[in-house]
């Protein structure tokens, strides 16, 4: 099952978030297959502000639990994440 993590940074944390984000993206490269897609939400000057990432996981649960173990979520980047199923319909490499 997929999961969008639709992840909204507290205001003022770019310092926080450019300190962790090595980690971060260790993070998502240990996820293996189970990641399909990240990156960052921006605003029109290209700062970010949040992160989009997809995953796979069993469940819901299992999902909470992927958000969770982020590094970006440990260190308090995060003032929301809204997690959501999603179906991955238009342009799936592995639906082909």
Not at 50 to 71: F, H, K, T, Y
């Amino acid at each position: 099952m997929l999961f969008a993590l639709l992840c909204t940074d507290k205001p003022n944390s770019l310092d926080l978030r450019m300190s962790v984000r090595p980690d971060h993206l260790k993070y998502l490269e240990s996820l293996g297959t189970a990641l399909k897609a990240a990156g960052p939400f921006t605003s029109d000057e290209g700062q970010p502000t949040g992160s989009l990432v997809i995953i796979e996981a069993a469940d819901r649960a299992a999902a909470q639990a992927m958000a969770a173990n982020d590094p970006y979520a440990k260190a308090g980047l995060f003032a929301a994440v809204e997690i959501k199923p999603w179906k991955w319909l238009i342009k799936n490499p592995e639906a082909a």
